[in-house]
């Protein structure tokens, strides 16, 4: 499984392709996906993933789900709890909140 690392203000993220097949292009591909606009921007995901918790994304991963590309971000609450949150990541529909 390939895996691409990013910084986004200085909170460090992990955006993980796992596709059927994983290889040196991935990041490749989640760029023509971004551009196109088949699937939304993380900056739009933050912010999704943000009305549901309050607190700062420690990680987010981009992954194939039974064909469904979804979102899955971990958020550290003001309270100090993790929490997993999925949004599909064509539509923005949150899918899961769920204390980790």
């Known amino acids: 499984m390939g895996r691409l690392i990013l910084a986004i203000c200085s909170i ?10 994983a ?4 990041h490749e591909r989640v760029y023509e996906m971004l551009h ?13 993933g943000r009305q ?3 607190g700062k994304v420690i990680e987010v991963e981009l992954e194939r789900e039974k064909g469904a590309l979804i979102y899955e971000l971990e ?6 709890k993790v929490w997993d949150v999925e949004i599909d990541a064509v539509s923005g529909k949150v899918l899961k909140v769920k204390e980790d």
């Open 75 to 80: 958020i550290l609450s003001r309270q100090g």
């Open 12 to 21: 460090p993220l992990l955006l993980a392709w796992q596709g059927s097949v």
């Open 52 to 54: 549901q918790v309050a």
């Open 23 to 26: 290889d040196d292009d991935d």
């Open 36 to 48: 196109s606009g088949e699937i939304i921007s993380l900056e739009k995901i933050l912010k999704i």
